[in-house]
C-alpha cells in the first residue's frame, strides 16, 4: 500500500520551520527574542517558499508562534494562583 497522504508545500515548510526552531535552540530564548527570531525566520521562509501564498505564510507563522511558546510556563514562580500574571506576560 502507498502513502494515503501526501504532505503539501505547507506541511514541508512547517517541518522545516520547527527543525529550524530545534536547531537553534529557540526555546531556550527569552519571548522577545523568540519573537524577534520568528519574524526574521519568516521572511527567509517566504523567500525560500515563494509558492505558498499569503495566507499559507500567515498560517505557517501562527503554526511558529504556537510551536515557540509553551501553553503553561514552567517553574516554580507560575502556578494557579498566580495565572493571570504570566498569562499576561505571555
Not at 527570531?37 to 503554526?63: G, I, N
Not at 511558546?69 to 494562583?81: C, L, M, Q, R, S
Amino acid at each position: 500500500m502507498g502513502n494515503s497522504h501526501q504532505t503539501t508545500p505547507l506541511d514541508r515548510a512547517r517541518d522545516e520551520l520547527f527543525s529550524h526552531v530545534v536547531r537553534c535552540d529557540v526555546l531556550e530564548a527569552t519571548m522577545s527574542d523568540r519573537k524577534d527570531w520568528l519574524d526574521e525566520t519568516m521572511d527567509y521562509m517566504a523567500h525560500r517558499h515563494p509558492h505558498l501564498s499569503d495566507l499559507e505564510l500567515a498560517q505557517l507563522q501562527v503554526l511558529g508562534s504556537r510551536f515557540i511558546k509553551p501553553p503553561i510556563p514552567h517553574g516554580a514562580e507560575t502556578n494557579a494562583t498566580n495565572r493571570e500574571d504570566w498569562q499576561a506576560a505571555a
